[in-house]
């Protein structure tokens, strides 16, 4: 993609290749989890293709739980 970074189209390049990933995507998991079609990959794991299970949930709270933290720095004087 950085390639095509300075041509004027970039959105329309950038969703043609997002298009063509995610749809390769769910006809992999489609053919995994022994699913008819792309469809219904796209009905179990919704349009993002997020993995819906108790593992990924708990992580994912607890990212949203994480504050940054502060570094303090002390200049000590002579």
């Known amino acids: 993609m950085n390639y095509y970074s300075?041509?004027?189209n970039y959105s329309s390049i950038a969703s043609?290749?997002?298009f063509t990933l995610l749809h390769s995507c769910a006809?992999?998991?489609a053919r995994k989890f022994k699913l008819d079609s792309r469809a219904s990959?796209?009905?179990?794991?919704?349009n993002k293709l997020t993995p819906q299970?108790?593992?990924t949930e708990i992580i994912q709270t607890a990212n949203k739980?994480?504050?940054?933290?502060?570094i303090e720095f002390v200049i000590a004087q002579l």
């Open 6 to 8: 300075f041509v004027d």
């Open 16 to 18: 043609v290749v997002n």
């Open 27 to 29: 006809k992999t998991l």
């Open 41 to 46: 990959v796209f009905a179990k794991f919704g």
């Open 53 to 55: 299970d108790k593992l």
């Open 65 to 70: 739980k994480k504050k940054p933290k502060l």
